[in-house]
């Protein structure tokens, strides 16, 4: 709300082009708000959410995100990133995230940017990643308050902090490139058990029991329905 007030120039006019996200409000509101923001004939031009807005929410018509922080595990970023693009889908997406130099803030940024590339790509190690170099995050951050007595080595910390990520994510990648071919020999095509499936499928393809505990089954729950086409 305090966001809200600072960003709307003068006017209900003005308002109406903001639009919130939020814990504060009850779903009945958030749904509202989500689709005022999502119809292409509204007037909202943004929408400012908590983290909330990285839970399950679909905004990929969009283009740009504003990061006013940064979250504190991979995974929460890669979260908020993922309300907005998926991979694989081919669109290019901006990311903004202003920050304070020589501040915590810039440790985040350049951990997240410079180290574990969690801007351009999603990896399930960035967690490890993280667990491993805990301890070595905390001191960079600590050495970032301007009374640590370590503030004075702060940039040499944090690109020790950085090159470490980067080496952790080589080292991973690496032993994941070594493993894909036998993952590969572990899972590749085996005829014969195909056509057991394939088998069953085919004999219980006209049965009418299936079909009939379904559509029993969406009566019950109230839910509707109607033949796509005829068999």
Known sequence: EKLRKILRLSDDEAQKRITLFHEGLDITERDRQAALFSSPDSKAQVLIASELGGEGRNFQFLKSMILLDLPATPEALEQRIGRLDRIGSGKSMNIFVPYLKDSPEEVFLQWYNDGL??????????????????????????SFFPKSQKYSHRDKKLRKLVGKAQEELKEIKEELEKTQDILLDLNSFNKQETDKILQKIEKNEDNPHLESFVLSSLDHLGVDYESYDTR
């Open 117 to 142: 590339k969690a801007f351009t790509s999603q990896n399930p190690s960035h967690g490890v990643i993280l667990e491993n170099l805990a301890e070595d995050i905390l001191e960079t951050l600590i």
